[in-house]
C-alpha cells in the first residue's frame, strides 16, 4: 500500500457495477467510435492533429511533438491567439449567441453575447497597453466570479500579456507572494464582492499586498460594489473610466508562438511557497479544447456550466478556455450553493435550461445531506451530462449524483487531473466507455499512464502504487517540457524512475483493475486537498510557527462528511506559552493571513510535544489516526510514546 494520505480509502472502492451511456446521449455525442483509443496508440503523437485542429491557427505547426533532447515543445512553428479562438472567430455565424451568463449574488444576470464580449475584451486589451502592459508582462487578476474575469483574461491574451489569476479568497500575503514570485508589477482587481449577501471588500487586501511589492504596481479596479466608494490614487485607474477612454477601439491579436506562455497559475507543492505552473498557448489551448469536446461533449448550441471558480485551473480550462474555444455559451455563478435557499443550483440549470453541469463531490455531498427534495423542486430535463473533478467520488455520492441529478439518463465523468496537467488525463469517454462508479476510469486516448512501485515497477491489477503519467500530452505546463526538474525533485512519495523514461510522477497513490480502469486513493506528498481545494501542509505550518509562543507544527487531514477531508492543526509551545485561547485564535489568525479563511484548521490541539521517530520526524500518520479516531497499533517506533495519551486526551476535551 502506498505510504501516505490514504486515511479513508475503504469509502472510495469502486463499486463492482458498470453502468452504459444511454441511447440517446450516444446519438448525439462528439466522439462515438471506440476506435478513438486505438487511433492514438498507433498514430501517436501525429494523432493529437484532431486537438490541434480544433483550433484555428495563424501559422501552421511544422512538427506535432517536438521532444529531442531534454525538451517537448508541441506544435513547433505554429502561431495563434487564444483570444482570437474564443472569441473573434465565432463572430461570423454566433455574434448575437451568449458567450457568457452571469449570475450574480443578489440575484442579479448579466449575459453577454460573443459581439458584446469581442467589444468589451477589444477595449479592455487597448485600456491594458495604455497603462503600459506590453508582450510578456504577467498581469495578476485577483478578482471574483464576475464577467470581468474571463474579459481581463482574454484581453491579456489578446496582447500575448500571460495572467496570474489570484483566487479572491486568499489573503494579501498570498497575493503578495505570487505577484513577487511572478515580478507582475500590474494587477487588475476590485472594490469587493458578495457572499452570502454581505459585501467582502477586495481593494484593501490588494492594497496591502502592492504596498510589500517591488517595484510600483499599476492597478485597475472594477467597481463590484453598490454604494461603496473607493478612492483611487496614483497609478490606479477605474475599470469603467478605462472602457469609456477606449471605447469601441480594437486591438490586433498578436500572433502568439504556439509554445509562448499563455498563463501562470500557482498552487500548492510540498514547500512552504506556493508553485508557479506555465501553460502553453497552442498545447494547452488545443488540450482544453479537445477535452471540453471529447470529454464534457460541448456543443456551440449548448449552455454549460461548471460550477468551479475562476481562481483554479478547473475555471481556467473549463469555464473559460475550453468551452469559449468551442464557441458554447458558459455559465458563471457568483455565490454560494445555499444561498439564498439551498434549490439555488437546480434553479439556476432550470432558468438557463444547462446542457451539461461540472462540479466537485463536495458539493455533491452537501447536496445529498440537504437532501433530494431541493433538485426535485425543479425541472431538470435539459441537463444531458454531468461531470466531476477534484478528489475522489465515492459511489454512494456517485448514485445519488446519477440518480437525483441526472435521472439515470445522463452519462458522469469523473475527471482526474491537475493543475500541473491542464486538463483532464483519466476518465472515460461518456458516449464510449462504460462508467464504474467510484472509479475515474482509463486514460483518455493518447494519455498513457502506468500505477508503479517505488522501484518503478509496474504493480498488478487491484494493488495501490504511484501514478505516474509516462508519455507527453500537448496540456503538459513550460516547466515539464523543459527538462525534468520536477521528476528530479519529486520528495519521498515519488517512485525511482529510469533516467532514461520520460515520466511525470502525479504524487497520487492509485489503483487499476482488470479494465484499465483507475482508482485515486490521494495525495502522496505533502500535499492535501479539502474541499477539492490543494494546500501544502509546510504552507500551512510555515505559517503556524511564525505565531509567537508556538514550537512546532504538525497539519493532517481527518475525514469529514461534507468536505472529504477537514485540516487539523497539532501544535507544541514553548515553555511559557500556555493552552489559551488567544493563542488558538492566533493560530486560527496566522493561517488566514498567510492564505485565507479556505484554510483555516478545523481544530487546534496543543501538546507538550508532537510525536517523533527515533531520528526526530514528526510522525503525521499516527496524527492522522488521532484525528480519524482510529487504533494507534504499536507505538515502539517513538522516541517520546508519552505523548500520544496526551494528545488523544487534548482531542478528547476539545
Ligand atoms: C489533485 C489535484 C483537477 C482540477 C482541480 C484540482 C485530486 C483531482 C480527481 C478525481 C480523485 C482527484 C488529486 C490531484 N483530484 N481530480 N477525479 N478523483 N482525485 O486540481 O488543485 O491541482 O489538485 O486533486 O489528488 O492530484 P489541483
Not at 187 to 209: E, H, I, M, S
Not at 391 to 411: D, F, L, S, T, V
Amino acid at each position: 500500500m502506498v505510504d501516505g494520505n490514504d486515511a479513508g480509502l475503504e469509502t472510495h472502492q469502486p463499486a463492482d457495477e458498470r453502468l452504459s451511456p444511454p441511447e440517446s446521449f450516444i446519438e448525439q455525442a462528439n466522439v462515438t467510435d471506440e476506435s478513438v483509443y486505438e487511433e492514438f496508440e498507433k498514430n501517436w503523437p501525429e494523432a493529437w492533429d484532431r486537438a490541434a485542429e480544433l483550433l484555428d491557427w495563424d501559422e501552421d505547426y511544422e512538427r506535432v511533438l517536438d521532444d529531442e533532447g531534454d525538451t517537448s515543445r508541441w506544435f513547433t512553428g505554429g502561431s495563434l491567439n487564444a483570444c482570437t479562438n474564443c472569441v473573434d472567430r465565432h463572430l461570423p455565424e454566433q455574434k448575437n449567441q451568449r458567450a457568457l451568463v452571469w449570475e450574480g449574488q443578489l440575484g442579479e444576470r448579466r449575459s453577454y453575447t460573443y459581439l458584446e464580449l469581442y467589444r468589451e475584451v477589444n477595449e479592455f486589451a487597448a485600456a491594458l497597453r495604455s497603462i503600459g502592459v506590453g508582450e510578456g508582462d504577467i498581469v495578476t487578476l485577483y478578482m471574483p466570479m464576475i464577467p470581468e474575469l474571463p474579459i481581463a483574461m482574454l484581453a491579456c491574451a489578446r496582447i500575448g500579456a500571460p495572467h496570474s489569476v489570484v483566487f479572491a479568497g486568499f489573503s494579501a500575503d498570498a497575493l503578495a507572494m505570487r505577484m513577487d514570485s511572478a515580478d507582475s508589477e500590474y494587477l487588475v482587481t476590485c472594490d469587493g464582492y458578495y457572499r452570502r449577501g454581505d459585501a467582502v471588500t477586495l481593494k484593501n487586501k490588494a492594497d496591502t499586498a502592492s504596498a510589500s511589492v517591488d517595484p510600483d504596481v499599476t492597478s485597475v479596479v472594477v467597481d463590484r460594489l453598490d454604494g461603496y466608494e473607493c478612492t483611487l490614487g496614483e497609478d490606479e485607474y477605474d475599470y469603467g473610466s478605462l472602457l469609456d477612454a477606449h471605447e469601441s477601439e480594437r486591438v490586433t491579436p498578436v500572433e502568439r508562438d504556439a509554445t509562448d506562455d499563455l498563463f501562470r497559475i500557482y498552487t500548492s507543492g510540498t514547500t512552504g511557497t506556493p508553485k508557479g505552473v506555465t501553460h502553453t498557448t497552442g498545447g494547452y489551448l488545443s488540450y482544453v479544447a479537445w477535452t471540453s469536446h471529447a470529454v464534457l461533449d460541448i456543443k456551440p448550441e449548448d449552455t454549460y456550466w461548471c460550477s468551479a471558480d475562476i481562481g483554479w485551473i478547473t475555471g481556467h480550462s473549463y469555464i473559460v478556455y475550453g468551452p469559449l474555444a468551442l464557441g458554447t455559451t458558459t455559465v458563471l455563478y457568483e455565490g454560494a450553493p445555499d444561498h439564498p435557499e439551498k434549490n439555488r443550483l437546480w434553479e439556476i440549470i432550470e432558468r438557463q435550461a444547462v446542457d451539461v453541469f461540472y462540479t466537485a463531490p463536495t458539493a455533491i455531498r452537501a447536496f445529498m445531506k440537504w437532501g433530494e427534495e431541493y433538485p426535485q423542486q425543479h425541472d431538470l430535463s435539459s441537463l444531458r451530462l454531468l461531470g466531476t473533478v477534484g478528489e475522489p467520488i465515492n459511489p454512494r455520492a456517485w448514485k445519488w449524483y446519477y440518480k437525483h441529478i441526472g435521472n439515470e439518463n445522463c452519462p458522469i465523468v469523473d475527471t482526474w487531473w491537475q493543475t500541473e496537467t491542464g486538463g483532464v488525463l483519466i476518465t472515460t469517454l461518456p458516449a464510449v466507455t462504460d462508467m464504474k462508479p467510484g472509479s475515474a476510469g482509463p486514460p483518455l486516448p493518447g494519455i498513457s499512464a502506468r500505477i508503479v512501485d517505488g522501484k518503478g515497477n509496474e504493480v498488478p491489477p487491484g494493488d495501490g502504487g504511484y501514478l505516474i503519467i509516462d508519455q507527453q500530452w500537448p496540456g503538459m505546463p513550460r516547466e515539464l517540457c523543459e527538462g525534468r526538474a520536477w521528476a528530479a525533485d519529486a520528495g519521498d512519495g515519488a517512485p525511482q524512475l529510469e533516467d532514461t523514461e520520460w515520466s511525470y510522477p502525479t504524487e497520487d497513490g492509485a489503483l487499476a483493475d482488470e479494465d484499465d480502469y483507475i482508482t485515486i486513493l490521494g495525495r502522496v506528498d505533502d500535499v492535501i486537498n479539502v474541499s477539492g481545494h490543494r494546500f501544502g501542509t509546510m504552507e500551512i505550518e510555515s505559517a503556524i510557527v511564525s505565531v509567537d509562543g508556538i514550537a512546532e507544527a504538525a497539519v493532517v487531514t481527518g475525514t469529514h462528511d461534507i468536505q472529504g477531508k477537514a485540516i487539523h492543526a497539532y501544535v507544541s509551545t514553548e515553555d511559557d506559552a500556555g493552552d489559551t485561547d488567544a493563542l488558538r485564535q492566533a493560530v486560527i489568525d496566522a493561517v488566514e493571513d498567510a492564505i485565507g479563511p479556505i484554510a483555516r484548521p478545523e481544530s487546534v490541539v496543543f501538546s507538550p510535544d508532537l510525536p517523533k521517530t527515533q531520528s526526530g520526524k514528526i510522525m503525521r500518520r499516527l496524527l492522522e489516526d488521532i484525528a480519524n479516531g482510529e487504533e494507534l497499533g504499536d507505538l515502539s517506533a517513538l522516541r517520546n510514546p508519552e505523548v500520544v495519551g496526551e494528545i488523544e486526551s487534548a482531542v478528547r476535551s476539545d
